[in-house]
């Protein structure tokens, strides 16, 4: 029977015949291509042959369902009143793509066409024909009215596809349309729910003069060694939305924006006529309008051509849920910039995006409206500007926002989060030890120093914190800078509730040390071997006087973690410490903070306790220290 369904697909396949260049006649770069001039005849050469330029085309396996597919679309349009659904059981699939060109899902039952995958239905893109065809995983051009469901698993097989040394061919651009996983192209009105498409030739999701598309749950997770290979790509969209995304990529995570990423591959292109030799004495010219014969057929098929992916503006693209991973910008490494015009895009709105690090490199730029709401670097909700994983330039108007853990909306703040902290004991107990990882802050006075600092030997059990923050951000010296601290409690049943207390705080350098050395950073700072300084009345500055509360926290370091936390902001007025730093240049900024009762211990949330899995239970992001300014 397969050998029967191979004869079949054999007879109704063909090679291109050889057809008058749609160049002849014409002189490219200064090589008269001859009038008449003629593509080569092509001819069907063995599956398993490499680096297949077109005319020639591999002859279809015997599980091919290329021509099935095509003959289930037609019989789809052909039976609008009656059919409105093609459907992929649990099985595997091998083909050329899922594509549906020319199909206004409106005149179908129920208006609109659906496409939906069984859950273990894998639909895998076979060697395609040809180094230069056009078959994406999906392909959804000049198309309304689609929606795409189930739980299948699209593979665009990009790998075999882009290997030349075994079975595929060379990814040579100059050859070639740009082609990704799934690409909307000229259509509007298009759904995806759990679409699920791996191993793409180039972008994974991607848009161009494309409508109305919504992407639900979508997952795209690609190899590092495909070329040029990002997460979501909408070019030339408007009203595009995408909510619950992951994917895997070796460049951009997100891209969007009003550009032709095909024009590079257009016959009068410089880049192409160039590697075939045109306007030398051993121009290729078989070879160039051979590969002009590709691209017109692409052009013919797809009903434009390159220059015409992408012909209108972007606008209204919204993001949420989302998890982009890039491997590195720009795999060329020319950096290059662009010295076209761009009209901006109207609206972005990111929401609930994950970025894995922070890194600058990423921008939003020429964009009249956008908003950021809870972005997260590293797992961390983004509360304060220095945080932000991009830059952005040529926006009318931002907006960036967090959701705190009241629930409410709030405005990212200018300043910084703490880049470390800690807590160091004069106990004979805690001298040696680091508490950079603890989940609180102490302070206690000994009161030997005005802020228990001169403390040595003895009995005493002085407690003192430090926080530091980066500076790098600031691009002037600020009006105002408030250090931000959340209490927790106190320590001592036997102090009531109205005592009062009081914050000190003083910049410290972490090069000269009480043990005499020039190195105690946070991470490795203990009592013996910390930031020596003398506080003076004039060298500090003070919050305003706070009541201790009813709020008690037990001493020791876990015992606390469930614990209530009182939640008061304590601030301090630090201006004019980070307006020195910022004037001498300093990077960052390292305070040493006490407290004024000699008969108090208060504690105050960490980093590590305001987020992360082992963090205080009752803590929230927003409690961790950090430091506002004002411009």
């Given at each position: 029977?397969?050998?029967?369904?191979?004869?079949?697909?054999?007879?109704?396949?063909?090679?291109?015949?050889?057809?008058?260049?749609?160049?002849?006649?014409?002189?490219?770069?200064?090589?008269?291509?001859?009038?008449?001039?003629?593509?080569?005849?092509?001819?069907?050469?063995?599956?398993?042959?490499?680096?297949?330029?077109?005319?020639?085309?591999?002859?279809?396996?015997?599980?091919?369902?290329?021509?099935?597919?095509?003959?289930?679309?037609?019989?789809?349009?052909?039976?609008?009143?009656?059919?409105?659904?093609?459907?992929?059981?649990?099985?595997?699939?091998?083909?050329?793509?899922?594509?549906?060109?020319?199909?206004?899902?409106?005149?179908?039952?129920?208006?609109?066409?659906?496409?939906?995958?069984?859950?273990?239905?894998?639909?895998?893109?076979?060697?395609?024909?040809?180094?230069?065809?056009?078959?994406?995983?999906?392909?959804?051009?000049?198309?309304?009215?689609?929606?795409?469901?189930?739980?299948?698993?699209?593979?665009?097989?990009?790998?075999?596809?882009?290997?030349?040394?075994?079975?595929?061919?060379?990814?040579?651009?100059?050859?070639?349309?740009?082609?990704?996983?799934?690409?909307?192209?000229?259509?509007?009105?298009?759904?995806?729910?759990?679409?699920?498409?791996?191993?793409?030739?180039?972008?994974?999701?991607?848009?161009?003069?494309?409508?109305?598309?919504?992407?639900?749950?979508?997952?795209?997770?690609?190899?590092?060694?495909?070329?040029?290979?990002?997460?979501?790509?909408?070019?030339?969209?408007?009203?595009?939305?995408?909510?619950?995304?992951?994917?895997?990529?070796?460049?951009?995570?997100?891209?969007?924006?009003?550009?032709?990423?095909?024009?590079?591959?257009?016959?009068?292109?410089?880049?192409?006529?160039?590697?075939?030799?045109?306007?030398?004495?051993?121009?290729?010219?078989q070879g160039y309008v051979n590969a002009v014969g590709a691209y017109d057929t692409v052009s013919d098929d797809l009903g434009f051509d390159s220059n015409e992916w992408d012909n209108e503006d972007s606008k209204n693209i919204s993001v949420s849920n989302t998890l982009n991973y890039g491997y590195a910008p720009n795999p060329d490494g020319s950096g290059a910039t662009y010295s076209y015009t761009k009209s901006p895009i109207g609206t972005v709105n990111l929401d609930n995006v994950w970025f894995s690090k922070q890194n600058t490199g990423n921008t939003i730029t020429g964009v009249t409206n956008a908003t950021l709401n809870n972005l997260r670097v590293a797992g961390q909700l983004v509360e304060y500007t220095t945080q932000l994983p991009l830059t952005t330039s040529g926006v009318g108007t931002l907006t960036t926002t967090y959701t705190d853990g009241n629930g409410q909306t709030q405005n990212v703040k200018a300043g910084a989060l703490t880049s470390g902290d800690t807590w160091v004991g004069a106990w004979t107990g805690d001298q040696t030890s680091n508490n950079s990882s603890d989940l609180t802050l102490i302070t206690r006075n000994t009161g030997v120093g005005l802020m228990g600092e001169q403390y040595t030997t003895g009995s005493g059990d002085g407690k003192l914190s430090y926080v530091q923050f980066p500076l790098g951000s600031l691009t002037r010296s600020p009006s105002q800078a408030t250090l931000h601290l959340t209490y927790v409690g106190h320590r001592y049943s036997s102090v009531p509730s109205t005592d009062t207390d009081q914050l000190l705080v003083q910049p410290v350098s972490d090069t000269t040390c009480t043990g005499g050395g020039t190195s105690c950073p946070v991470n490795t700072m203990t009592w013996q071997n910390r930031p020596s300084f003398t506080a003076t009345s004039s060298s500090v500055a003070k919050s305003d006087t706070f009541t201790l509360g009813s709020t008690l926290i037990p001493e020791g370091g876990g015992t606390h973690q469930g614990n209530a936390i009182d939640g008061r902001d304590i601030t301090v007025d630090i201006t004019s410490f980070v307006q020195n730093a910022y004037a001498a240049h300093q990077s960052t900024l390292l305070l040493a903070v006490g407290d004024t009762g000699t008969n108090h211990e208060l504690r105050f949330v960490s980093s590590e306790g305001a987020t992360g899995s082992g963090k205080l239970t009752n803590a929230t992001a927003d409690m961790a220290p950090g430091l506002t300014v004002t411009p």
């Open positions: 029977m397969q050998g029967q369904l191979a004869d079949q697909l054999s007879a109704a396949q063909t090679a291109p015949a050889a057809t008058t260049s749609s160049m002849a006649g014409r002189t490219v770069d200064g090589t008269a291509i001859p009038a008449g001039q003629k593509t080569s005849a092509g001819s069907l050469v063995s599956a398993s042959s490499v680096n297949v330029r077109y005319p020639n085309q591999r002859v279809m396996a015997a599980n091919d369902d290329t021509y099935a597919l095509q003959a289930a679309i037609a019989t789809i349009k052909a039976n609008p009143t009656a059919l409105n659904t093609l459907y992929f059981p649990n099985g595997t699939y091998v083909w050329s793509g899922l594509l549906v060109n020319g199909v206004d899902g409106s005149k179908l039952k129920g208006g609109k066409l659906k496409v939906y995958t069984d859950e273990g239905a894998l639909l895998k893109n076979r060697v395609q024909a040809y180094m230069e065809a056009f078959e994406p995983a999906i392909g959804i051009i000049g198309s309304s009215n689609i929606e795409i469901d189930g739980r299948g698993v699209f593979d665009d097989n990009g790998v075999a596809n882009y290997n030349a040394v075994s079975s595929g061919d060379l990814h040579d651009a100059y050859r070639s349309q740009h082609q990704g996983g799934v690409m909307v192209m000229h259509s509007s009105n298009i759904t995806f729910n759990d679409t699920y498409e791996r191993n793409a030739k180039q972008w994974n999701y991607e848009t161009h003069s494309a409508h109305s598309v919504t992407f639900n749950n979508i997952k795209a997770l690609t190899p590092y060694q495909q070329p040029w290979v990002d997460g979501t790509d909408f070019a030339s969209g408007q009203d595009i939305t995408a909510n619950g995304v992951f994917t895997l990529g070796n460049d951009d995570a997100f891209a969007s924006g009003h550009y032709n990423p095909s024009n590079g591959f257009t016959p009068l292109a410089s880049g192409v006529w160039n590697n075939f030799k045109l306007g030398t004495s051993s121009a290729d010219v």
